[in-house]
């Protein structure tokens, strides 16, 4: 069990703001990510410094196969945070980044795959 931790933020492609996430095990991207988790880890989603934005949600899957022990929520208007079924060694949600940015609304979808305790 461990603390995965995806960072947001903005980058600037061809002049304009869009969401960029790294997260605890190396993987970035603009727009979308696949983060790879296991049963029992407790995953954050942090709002790095530099991306300013007037809400911000992370919304799931409402289906049967939800990986969460519960579902995300909120920490700080920077934070959300969420814990993944410890019994799980398979499982996948594509979950909603929802914010408001310059009164715009956007909305990106990363994923979270849950892998078995000896795959990395």
Known sequence: MADV???LSTKQIAGKPNLYLRDSHGNNGVGSIVTKVKGGDS??????NDMAVDKFEIITTADDDCIYSAKPFQ???SQWSAVIQGDLTTGIDTYDVRYT????SKINDPKLIVVPPEED
């Not at 940015?101 to 715009?104: H, I, S």
Request: avoid cysteine.
């Open 43 to 48: 995953v954050f989603w942090i709002i790095d």
């Open 101 to 104: 940015k310059d009164q715009k």
């Open 75 to 77: 920490i700080s208007p």
């Open 5 to 7: 931790i995806i960072f």
